[in-house]
């Protein structure tokens, strides 16, 4: 089936005290949204990146002065993530794999991008988690209770699906409930299947993230 | 209230690939152990320092050799970090306030340790929390659904409480349930308070998380 990769950045990074919006901060003298690009350039894949309206022109301006060279469209998004991600579903044709993925994660692996396409090849989307090293407890106002966290796994991507399926599922408008693509699936009538990622696939979203990244991307 | 904190080290290490202990390991020139008691050297506090039977002659050494001069006192752990903090509470006196602290969380700061105490002085104990900042779902063998993160909070430590009800609740046997000191005082009928932790304030387990204390210990 044929392979599509929706990169999205479309955010304003307002976390980060740098004025510069997160997905272009430099990383090993490389914008971090190009290390997300070079995670997915062993996969045979159309790349459509959804941006800012106001970051298009300076990633084309860091795009010629690193001579980056990855075929990709580009399109800009919305207010919140879903408006992005419906935006770029526009580029993506039915009865192909998509595979959704945040563009501050530059540090997933080929073993996590596999097994999610694997994955939605076989059952119609594949979402990697990882499990919860932390102790947590759940609170309801006043009251708190331990709470098991074997029963968690935490969310990353690329979130994979069957195309036909997850643009039928965004033909919907905004709620609460959407954190990601799989609950935008998931409203739509279809069960998730989760598969295996990795504890280095993190969000880049707060200072702390830009120095674990360069740790990482320098063990590489 | 007199008070006292438990810092508990008894672990030996064995997620870190180096052949060291992790609570040995150098930060910054520094044993990742010392940051730690450093952290607690505002307070007008005795401690008491658990640590494995085998790693009681190396912290002298290291003492030694760093001319570490924070006084304290050593006791030996046990098999699970239960028993090291049983082993520990029996250097604390009734009628006081322990902090019982992971040795492996040297970003602690002053503001989580002051806030976990004063809690504790006012409502028995105080045990510092922060929000969970990624998408989870709940799992049960094949289903798995969304999970509202907004519900939990991930425990930290210093977990504080007025010493003589924990040192009755650690008068049991092991469960597994205890995953921390948190739920052995919470078996023994007593409801638990939640304080405000801080991102900063990890645990060090993975050789990733040596270099985000490194990161953060530079920032200071």
Request: glycine fraction near 6%; proline fraction near 6%; hydrophobic fraction near 40%.
């Amino acid at each position: 089936m044929e392979k599509y990769v929706l990169i999205v950045a479309g955010g304003e990074g307002s976390r980060l005290p740098s004025g510069m919006p997160k997905q272009f901060i430099e990383l090993n003298n490389l914008p971090l949204l190009m290390h997300t690009f070079r995670a997915f350039s062993f996969l045979d894949a159309s790349i459509v990146l959804v941006l800012p309206e106001n970051g298009i022109s300076l990633w084309e301006e860091l795009c010629q002065k690193h001579s980056f060279s990855i075929s990709h469209k580009v399109v800009s998004g919305g207010p919140e993530r879903f408006h992005s991600v419906k935006s770029g579903l526009k580029q993506i044709p039915d009865d192909a794999l998509v595979g959704i993925h945040d563009g501050v994660r530059p540090m997933v692996s080929r073993d996590t991008i596999e097994r999610a396409f694997d994955m939605a090849e076989r059952k119609g989307n594949g979402v990697p988690a990882i499990p919860l090293r932390e102790s947590v407890r759940e609170t309801d106002h006043a009251l708190n209770r331990p709470f098991d966290r074997k029963q968690l796994r935490i969310v990353q991507t690329p979130q994979v699906f069957f195309s036909t399926l997850i643009k039928k599922a965004y033909n919907c408008s905004f709620d609460e409930r959407f954190t990601d693509d799989a609950t935008v699936l998931e409203a739509a009538g279809f069960p998730i299947n989760l598969t295996e990622g990795s504890e280095e696939n993190i969000k880049v979203t707060l200072p702390v993230d830009l120095a674990i990244a360069e740790y990482l991307l320098s063990k590489h």
